[in-house]
C-alpha cells in the first residue's frame, strides 16, 4: 500500500513538472510573439481632406495595409487632425499624407508635426499631398513641391516617365521609362534640395508646364527626418498596378529606414 501512495506522488510530481514546463514554454513563446508584435513599424495614413477629394482614397488606404502585411509594418488610417499630437504621433514611424487637400492642421498640431520629423519621424506624400498647407512654408520644404495645375479635358492621360534614378529602391524594378495613366500634376516652389528619381516627359502628353526637369517623384532628407514622395495615385486603378505598388514599397522602405 505505501509502494502504491509513493508511485501515485511520484507520477503526480512528474505530471505537474511537465505541466509547469508546458506552461513555462507557452509564457515564454507568447512573450516572444508579444516581442515580435511590438517591434513591428507602425505607419500612420491621414486623408483628411478640406478641399477635393479623390475617390481613390478608399482603394490607396486598403492597399497600404496591403502592402503592410506583405512586408511586416502595421497601417492605421485617420482623418481626425486631433490625432496630431506628440503622444499618438510618437507611437509611428512613418506618417502618409494620401491625397489630403487644403488646411488641414491647425498651428498647434503643425508644431506638433514639425517636432516629430525633427526626432527623426518619417513622412511620405501620395499625388495630392503636395496641395495641402499652401500657408506652411515648413511643409512646402518638406513635400517637397506644392500643385501648380494639371492639364484638364480629360484629367487623366497617358505619360510617360523618364526613371532617372534606379539604385532607389521605388525604382529599381522599373525600366528607363515608364508609360502609364494617371493626372499629372504641375509643381511649383519646388526644394532645390529634393533627389529627383523620376521626370515625367512633357513630349509624351500635353499640359506640363515644368519644362525638361519636371519631377513627379522624389526623396530627400529633411529637418532632421526623411521625405518621400510621388506624384501617382489619382485614379482606383493605379493602385491596382503591379509596378505602382512596388513603387509605393519602395518608398515605404526608404522612410521605414530598411
Same mark, same amino acid.
Given at each position: 500500500? *505505501?509502494?502504491?501512495?509513493?508511485?501515485?506522488?511520484?507520477?503526480?510530481?512528474?505530471?505537474?513538472?511537465?505541466?509547469?514546463?508546458?506552461? *513555462?514554454?507557452?509564457?515564454?513563446?507568447?512573450?516572444?510573439?508579444?516581442?515580435?508584435?511590438?517591434?513591428?513599424?507602425?505607419?500612420?495614413?491621414?486623408?483628411?481632406?478640406?478641399?477635393? &477629394?479623390?475617390?481613390?482614397?478608399?482603394?490607396?488606404?486598403?492597399?497600404?495595409?496591403?502592402?503592410?502585411?506583405?512586408?511586416?509594418?502595421?497601417?492605421?488610417?485617420?482623418?481626425?487632425?486631433?490625432?496630431?499630437?506628440?503622444?499618438?504621433?510618437?507611437?509611428?514611424?512613418?506618417?502618409?499624407?494620401?491625397?489630403?487637400?487644403?488646411?488641414?492642421?491647425?498651428?498647434?498640431?503643425?508644431?506638433?508635426?514639425? *517636432?516629430?520629423?525633427?526626432?527623426?519621424?518619417?513622412?511620405?506624400?501620395?499625388?495630392?499631398?503636395?496641395?495641402?498647407?499652401?500657408? +506652411?512654408? +515648413?511643409?512646402?520644404?518638406?513635400?517637397?513641391?506644392?500643385?501648380?495645375?494639371?492639364?484638364?479635358?480629360?484629367?487623366? &492621360?497617358?505619360?510617360?516617365?523618364?526613371?532617372?534614378?534606379?539604385?532607389?529602391?521605388?525604382?529599381?524594378?522599373?525600366?528607363?521609362?515608364?508609360?502609364?495613366?494617371?493626372? +499629372?500634376?504641375?509643381?511649383?516652389?519646388?526644394?532645390?534640395?529634393?533627389?529627383?528619381?523620376?521626370?515625367?516627359?512633357?513630349?509624351?502628353?500635353?499640359?506640363?508646364?515644368?519644362?525638361?526637369?519636371?519631377?513627379?517623384?522624389?526623396?530627400?532628407?529633411?529637418?532632421?527626418?526623411?521625405?518621400?514622395?510621388?506624384?501617382?495615385?489619382?485614379?482606383?486603378?493605379?493602385?491596382?498596378?503591379?509596378?505602382? &505598388?512596388?513603387?509605393?514599397?519602395?518608398?515605404?522602405?526608404?522612410?521605414?529606414?530598411?
Amino acid at each position: 500500500m *505505501k509502494f502504491i501512495v509513493n508511485s501515485v506522488f511520484v507520477i503526480s510530481c512528474a505530471l505537474l513538472f511537465v505541466a509547469c514546463g508546458t506552461t *513555462k514554454k507557452k509564457n515564454q513563446e507568447e512573450n516572444q510573439a508579444m516581442e515580435v508584435k511590438q517591434k513591428v513599424d507602425q505607419v500612420l495614413v491621414f486623408t483628411k481632406t478640406a478641399g477635393w &477629394r479623390h475617390k481613390s482614397i478608399e482603394k490607396g488606404v486598403e492597399t497600404l495595409k496591403e502592402l503592410g502585411a506583405e512586408n511586416s509594418f502595421q497601417v492605421f488610417q485617420t482623418e481626425d487632425s486631433l490625432d496630431f499630437n506628440s503622444t499618438n504621433l510618437n507611437k509611428y514611424k512613418l506618417v502618409v499624407f494620401l491625397n489630403t487637400t487644403l488646411n488641414i492642421l491647425d498651428e498647434k498640431q503643425q508644431g506638433v508635426f514639425e *517636432k516629430y520629423i525633427q526626432s527623426g519621424g518619417s513622412f511620405m506624400g501620395i499625388h495630392a499631398a503636395c496641395d495641402t498647407e499652401y500657408e +506652411w512654408p +515648413w511643409f512646402g520644404k518638406l513635400v517637397g513641391a506644392y500643385f501648380n495645375g494639371h492639364p484638364n479635358n480629360p484629367n487623366v &492621360r497617358d505619360a510617360v516617365i523618364n526613371v532617372v534614378d534606379k539604385k532607389h529602391p521605388a525604382t529599381m524594378h522599373l525600366n528607363d521609362t515608364w508609360a502609364r495613366t494617371d493626372e +499629372w500634376y504641375n509643381y511649383k516652389e519646388i526644394n532645390p534640395d529634393i533627389h529627383v528619381i523620376m521626370e515625367l516627359d512633357e513630349n509624351s502628353y500635353e499640359g506640363g508646364t515644368n519644362g525638361d526637369n519636371h519631377p513627379i517623384a522624389w526623396y530627400h532628407e529633411f529637418d532632421g527626418g526623411r521625405s518621400f514622395y510621388t506624384g501617382g495615385g489619382h485614379t482606383k486603378e493605379t493602385f491596382d498596378e503591379p509596378d505602382f &505598388r512596388k513603387h509605393l514599397v519602395g518608398g515605404l522602405l526608404y522612410c521605414l529606414r530598411r
